[in-house]
Structure formats: C-alpha cells, structure tokens
C-alpha cells in the first residue's frame, strides 16, 4: 500500500474526547472510502486528553493511513470548540470540514458541494443540511432543517441572510470552508449568541456564503453493537434556547439599516417562532430523557407565555407535578436532611407515580409505624388527617398536595 500522498484538496478534522470505540469504528470507514475517493484528503484527529484507548486506536490508523492521518494529543481538556480550532489549525488543506467521532461524511454529495465552492472565488464557505442516520438499519431517517434551493449571500445582502435563516429554521453548524481565511479570521465565539448564527455573520464581511440545499453529512443516530452515548448537539438543544435566541437577534441587528419597520417587525416574530420551536424540541428531550423537572417547569412556563402550552408533549399539569415533586424530594430533602418521602391518602396509581419520580425512598403512611423528624410527609387533602394531627407532628416536614403545587401555578 502507498501510505504517501500528494497535497490533500480537502482536511477532515475530527475532535474527539472519551469514544475510542466510535473513534475506531469511524476511522476504519474513513480508511476505506479514502482509497476509493478521487481527490485527495486528510484525516486531522485531535484527543481531548482522552483517557481511554484513543491513542492506540490512532496509532493503528496511521499505520494504515499513512501520511494522509494527522494525530495530535492534548495535555489537558480544551473544551470541543477549542479542540476543534487546534484541529483545524493542522490542517494542511485548501479546505476543511468537521467530523464529529461517531458521525459520517456522505461522500458524493460532498465531493459536488466542493465542487460549488471551488468554482466560486468569492465564496468562503458552503453550508448544508445534515441527514439523521440510523446505522443499524443502513437508512437515513430524517434530516435536520430544509430549504428549497442553493442560494448565494454576500455582505450586501445581509437582510436576505436572515430572513432565509429565520424562515427556514437554518442552524449553520454543518459546512466545508476555506482554511486560509478561517485561520485568519479565527471566528468569535460567545455564550451570549449561538456561534451557529454569529459565525455566518463573521465570514460575510470577508466573502460570500453559499448555502448548500443538499446534505453531506450524516448525524449517526444508532450504531450496531454500540451503546447509546450522549451527543453534543442533542445536549445542546436542551439547553441553547436563549443562546439562539441571542444569534438571530444578532443577525436581524446586522441587517436593520436596509428594513423597514415593518420588515424589521416580521423578521423579529419570525425569530420567535422559530426560538419557542427549539424550546419546545428542548422540553420533548427533556422529558423523555427525565432531565432536571424544575428547570423543564420554567421553560414550558415561558413556552405558555408565548400561547403556546397546547403544543406542549406533555400537559402542562404533568410538568408542574413532576417539578413539584422533584423540589420536595431533592430540594427541600436536602435542607432539612430527610431521606423518606411517607405518603397519605394517595390512590396506588398515584403512588407509583411518586415512587417514579421522588428522590428519596418512598413509603405509605401507617400509624403503626409512627413518623420520625427525617420523614418528609405529603398529604393528599386535609380531610385525610382527621384524627391524625399528634402522630403527624412527629415528622420533620408536612405539607398538603394543594399547597406544594402552589408553589408551580
């Protein structure tokens, strides 16, 4: 095998952190489809200070790949954007793409989105759409935002970008750029604005910015004989609501010298939309992966502010009940020490319920037993104590069901 190559046309740059088994998996692919591409490219891998087996899995690969495979250690954790920028600052490549660790590159659409940026001069990048990617079946099963045709936007038609973003919900994290003027401008980043909205918007004032109605990149939702792992994007979107909100005002304020006050008002119920729409994809994760109840209760609150608690995947009286619970048996467990949750007057199906969703060991009231000062005691109404009062007042903490979800109105 010929492990030299000529100039690569194109660096893929890989960060990776913790996943040498997906890392492995990817790189034995990359292998193969590299040998059969007609251009040539390079694979950047850079270890976040992995403590698992990414370095030899590494060492394999470049083994095999030759000089076409960069592999680059870091001494500490820089965090995934920072690790991304050091991978790509290797890169030796007219133009880079990202990959993460456990996703694919669709090639053929790839090598023509290429193609499109290099027959523009002007352009700097090339954004995409993403596909969802289930590996266990060999099937795409969806695909993240659509829009109806490749357009082209420069600085001068900055309002056109955001409403094309803005309209078609467009999340610019996906796309193929020149290297030389990415290093040089070595793009902004910021918890106040969602980078996927702000870099857009950086790389404008420095050429045109093609987007790509085609996708080239495959988000791996399943992998055979692969546990389930967490994923970035996914983390994300249960938490990056105000940060989109932030980047598409950022990119209606770029745009507001050239509208109107009716455009500007347009553009901004459009963002709206579009951000309780993220927020309610946030609260279906949310739930149905039992994540923090009380914050999941605030963000449907403020999804109710906006008229629109019908679309919620739950009712509204679920979420208030899960993030009452959830406050009593963590929050208030914890202040006051307790570490039993004791039940009166509830149905069984209630009680499962509770069991479900309580932090603490959970218990039916029985006189017998007596109560102790680190039993917490929920009470399903009043007319359920009758003749209880002296062996209820032995408990640390008593409260009735009607006034715990009054504190979530």
């Known amino acids: 095998m010929d492990l030299k190559m000529n100039t690569p046309i194109l660096s893929v740059c890989i960060p990776t952190f913790n996943r ?13 489809e590299l040998s059969r591409l007609p251009i040539e490219v390079e694979l950047i891998v850079s270890d976040n200070a992995s403590s698992d087996d990414t370095p030899a899995v590494c060492t394999r690969a470049a083994m095999e790949m030759g000089e076409r495979f960069q592999f680059f250690r870091q001494d500490k954790n820089l965090g995934a954007l920072k690790n991304l920028g050091f991978a790509i600052s290797k890169a ?19 090598l023509d989105a290429l193609k499109a940026l290099q027959s523009n001069k002007a352009a700097v990048g090339l954004y995409a759409p993403w596909c969802i990617v289930d590996l266990t079946r060999n099937k795409i099963t969806g695909q993240f935002y659509h829009h109806p045709e490749t357009v082209t936007y420069s600085s001068a038609t900055r309002a056109g970008h955001a409403h094309f973003i803005i309209k078609h919900h467009v999340f610019s994290e996906i796309g193929i750029f020149r290297t030389n003027v990415w290093r040089f401008i070595i793009p902004a980043v910021s918890d106040v604005a969602y980078w996927a909205f702000t870099i857009p918007a950086e790389l404008l004032a420095f050429g045109e910015l093609i987007y790509y109605r085609t996708p080239f990149y495959g988000s791996v939702s399943h992998h055979p004989g692969l546990p389930a792992r967490s994923q970035q994007g996914v983390e994300e979107t249960m938490i990056g609501w105000d940060r989109y909100r932030g980047g598409v005002e950022h990119l209606i304020g770029l745009a507001r010298e050239s509208l109107d006050g009716e455009e500007v008002k347009e553009l901004q119920n ?10 309610l994809v946030a609260i279906r994760l949310r739930v149905s ?32 009940i899960q993030a009452a619970i959830s406050h009593l048996t963590e929050h208030v467990a914890e202040v006051l020490g307790a570490t039993e949750l004791v039940l009166l007057g509830y149905s069984s199906d209630e009680e499962r319920m509770i069991v479900r969703l309580s932090a603490v060991p959970v218990r039916c009231f029985d006189i017998m037993r007596g109560l102790r000062r680190d039993q917490l005691v929920l009470i399903k109404a009043p007319s359920d104590t009758k003749g209880l009062g002296r062996n209820l007042s032995t408990a ?6 009607g006034s715990l979800l009054a504190k979530f109105p």
């Open 289 to 320: 992966q039992g994540k923090n109840p009380l914050e999941t209760y605030f963000l449907a609150s403020r999804v109710r502010s906006y008229g629109y608690a019908d679309k919620l995947p739950v009712p509204f009286q679920t979420i208030k």
């Open 396 to 401: 640390g903490y008593t409260i009735f069901e």
């Open 92 to 110: 030796r490549a007219d133009y880079f793409v990202y990959l993460a660790d456990d996703d694919i590159l669709l090639w053929e659409p790839l």
């Open 270 to 279: 459009m963002a709206e939309t579009m951000v309780v729409g993220r927020m």
């Open 20 to 32: 040498s088994a997906f890392l492995d998996r990817l790189l034995r692919r990359l292998a193969d």
